[in-house]
């Protein structure tokens, strides 16, 4: 907590059982780890940069992660709510088109990786 901050926003991102009419049973997720935390790092500074948070943290998961498990969650704290909602919003779109972090999806007749990312 921040005593100049009045807004936080969290996001969590969870494993769903469903995606595109199929039944996931979970996630594996792979990544260049230095890369991305140098990648999310940049994210974290940009976001307070452009959006005059206070504050942000950022962490994805690797590995298995099983349904309704959290993959990735994002706190930002600002002094006002909108700030801390739209410096989330900017991290979680910006993280899946530019961290190096890849997702497997395991379905109940097959698996597949899903959007190579960099």
Known sequence: MDEKCGG????VGTVRRWNKGKEVTHLFFEAYVAMAIREMEKIALAAIEKYGIEKISIHHRTGQVELEGIAVIIA???KHRKAAFEACSYAIDTLKNEV????KEFLVDGSYWVNSRP
């Not at 190096?100 to 997702?103: A, N, R, V």
């Open 8 to 11: 936080i926003d969290i996001f």
């Open 76 to 78: 930002a704290s600002s």
């Open 100 to 103: 190096p972090i890849w997702k």
